[in-house]
């Protein structure tokens, strides 16, 4: 395997397809990033503006700022922050607005909790590229709405969604394609995902030394209740949201636990089988990674069971048994990664072959090499897809820039080992 020929490809998609598009062609001269450009790259400019797309935005160029130091890159994630910080965060209630009308206006005051953790894991990593400790404090804020009005701490887990003033709400779906349903899988996945990125910018701040003081004037006590509401979220995807005759998620639950469905998400659980992982080896007990690291290896074994012959990964299989045959961009990003972390961590080196094929297939299906970004998705029938946005409220740029960075580093440390499987957490340095 040619891991500088797959490295130099990542980084080319990056910085040249995926990064300059939103740089050159989503900013918004009245602030922040405009809301949607449509499949064939028609700008909407009265598009409203989501909780998800500008978390995610923020996320990305945080990271992004990270792994390569491009001060563009820095520039743009401070404008996604302080329009999040500006627009977004309810200052009367606390939480965060699901979305906003094109000039900042809030539109849908609902508290999407899936939303408010990705805010925290936005501002969290912003932290990480800059030290901006204000960011870090509103992260903690938001993290102490969803423990006191989305936690459930009779029957364990999280609700999905509340009103503006935390009421119960009818309508708690993140959408149409949703159940209508209290708990799921990939609200308790991102809520996760949220912590664990929390969690490590605080022990950063600390510096994991035992540094007893404080971080910005909270007792370091707050280190400990994130560690513990992560912890406790894993555990339930490991007791609870995995099925443990499949291994598959289980997708929707009402307020008891009792499953509402049978469907299989082929992304979600490649996507879950490596941010278990990541947040076993942020949490740092060695007894629950081990545990991690078993279940994971299923959860990801059971995803291959939509992979492809040509490295590409199908969307899902209905309860009635259909599947939907679509190959949906952000399924084809988290397959690489997982595939990449089985290698890393599971000693699984065949992996990184199949996580390069899969790459090849993104780069030829899924790459609009001349207008930038992805496509949504290679339709059942192999076009593609035209419908749905290249840019919008659910089109953002963080799974495929992830699969960059995240995959870039997996190669790095597989190359450094000598693709002998590396055990230790990769947050150790």
Same mark, same amino acid.
């Given at each position: 395997m040619?891991?500088?020929?797959?490295?130099r490809e990542?980084?080319?998609?990056? #910085?040249?397809?995926?990064?300059?598009y939103?740089?050159?062609?989503?900013?918004d001269?009245r602030?922040?990033?405009?809301?949607?450009?449509?499949?064939?790259?028609s700008?909407?400019e009265?598009?409203?503006?989501?909780?998800?797309?500008?978390?995610?935005?923020?996320?990305?160029?945080?990271?992004?700022y990270?792994a390569?130091e491009?001060?563009?890159?820095?520039?743009?994630?401070?404008?996604?922050?302080?329009?999040?910080?500006e627009?977004?965060?309810?200052?009367?209630?606390?939480?965060?607005?699901?979305?906003?009308?094109?000039?900042?206006t809030?539109?849908?005051?609902?508290?999407?909790?899936?939303?408010?953790?990705?805010?925290?894991?936005?501002?969290s @990593?912003y932290?990480?590229?800059?030290?901006?400790? @204000?960011?870090?404090?509103?992260?903690?804020?938001?993290?102490n709405d969803?423990e006191?009005?989305?936690?459930?701490?009779?029957?364990?887990?999280?609700?999905?969604?509340?009103?503006?003033?935390w009421?119960?709400?009818?309508?708690?779906?993140?959408? @149409?394609?949703?159940?209508?349903?209290?708990?799921t899988?990939?609200?308790?996945l991102?809520?996760?995902?949220?912590?664990t990125?929390?969690?490590?910018?605080?022990?950063?701040?600390?510096?994991?030394?035992?540094?007893?003081?404080?971080?910005?004037?909270?007792?370091?006590d707050?280190?400990?209740?994130v560690e513990?509401?992560?912890?406790?979220?894993?555990?339930?995807?490991?007791?609870?949201i995995?099925?443990?005759?499949t /291994?598959?998620? #289980?997708?929707?639950?009402?307020d008891?636990?009792?499953?509402?469905?049978d469907?299989?998400?082929?992304?979600?659980?490649?996507?879950?089988?490596?941010?278990?992982?990541?947040?076993?080896?942020v949490?740092?007990?060695?007894?629950?990674?081990?545990?991690t690291?078993?279940h994971?290896?299923l959860?990801a074994?059971?995803?291959?069971?939509?992979?492809?012959?040509?490295?590409?990964?199908?969307?899902?299989?209905?309860?009635d048994?259909?599947?939907?045959?679509?190959?949906h961009?952000w399924?084809?990003?988290e397959?690489v990664?997982?595939?990449?972390?089985?290698?890393?961590?599971?000693?699984?080196?065949?992996?990184?072959?199949?996580?390069?094929?899969?790459?090849?297939?993104?780069?030829?299906n899924?790459?609009?090499?001349?207008?930038?970004e992805?496509?949504?998705? %290679?339709?059942?029938?192999?076009?593609?897809?035209?419908?749905?946005?290249k840019?919008?409220?659910?089109?953002c740029?963080?799974h495929?820039? %992830?699969?960059?960075?995240?995959?870039?580093?997996?190669?790095?440390?597989?190359?450094?080992?000598?693709?002998?499987?590396? /055990?230790?957490?990769?947050?150790?340095?």
């Open positions: 040619d891991y500088e020929l797959f490295k990542l980084l080319e998609n990056l #910085t040249v397809n995926i990064l300059p939103w740089l050159d062609r989503m900013q001269s602030g922040g990033f405009y809301g949607r450009r449509d499949a064939f790259d700008l909407d009265n598009a409203p503006k989501g909780a998800i797309l500008n978390a995610r935005i923020l996320w990305t160029f945080s990271a992004a990270i390569t491009n001060p563009d890159y820095l520039k743009a994630a401070k404008r996604a922050r302080d329009y999040i910080v627009f977004f965060i309810d200052n009367e209630f606390g939480g965060a607005y699901w979305s906003l009308n094109a000039d900042g809030p539109l849908d005051t609902k508290k999407q909790f899936y939303a408010i953790a990705f805010i925290i894991y936005g501002l @990593e932290y990480r590229a800059c030290g901006d400790g @204000e960011s870090l404090d509103i992260a903690l804020r938001l993290f969803i006191t009005y989305s936690r459930d701490r009779e029957k364990a887990g999280y609700r999905e969604a509340a009103t503006r003033d009421q119960p709400i009818a309508d708690m779906r993140l959408s @149409e394609h949703d159940a209508n349903s209290s708990k899988m990939n609200t308790h991102h809520i996760l995902e949220g912590y990125n929390l969690l490590r910018a605080l022990k950063e701040k600390r510096g994991d030394a035992g540094d007893r003081k404080s971080v910005f004037n909270l007792e370091i707050e280190v400990e209740i513990e509401a992560t912890k406790n979220l894993l555990e339930i995807f490991l007791d609870r995995e099925n443990p005759h /291994h598959h998620l #289980t997708l929707f639950f009402d008891d636990w009792n499953k509402l469905d469907a299989e998400s082929y992304g979600h659980d490649i996507e879950a089988s490596w941010l278990m992982l990541e947040s076993a080896h949490i740092g007990d060695s007894a629950l990674t081990e545990k690291l078993n994971t290896a959860i074994d059971a995803a291959f069971e939509g992979r492809c012959w040509d490295g590409s990964m199908v969307y899902e299989r209905h309860p048994g259909r599947y939907d045959n679509d190959k961009w399924v084809q990003a397959n990664v997982g595939q990449l972390w089985l290698a890393q961590f599971h000693d699984r080196p065949e992996e990184v072959r199949r996580a390069y094929q899969s790459w090849r297939y993104i780069a030829e899924l790459v609009d090499n001349e207008g930038g992805w496509y949504w998705s %290679r339709k059942s029938d192999g076009t593609v897809n035209r419908t749905d946005d840019a919008g409220f659910w089109k740029p963080y495929n820039s %992830r699969m960059c960075i995240e995959a870039l580093r997996s190669l790095s440390s597989l190359q450094k080992s000598d693709s002998i499987p590396n /055990h230790d957490s990769p947050f150790d340095s």
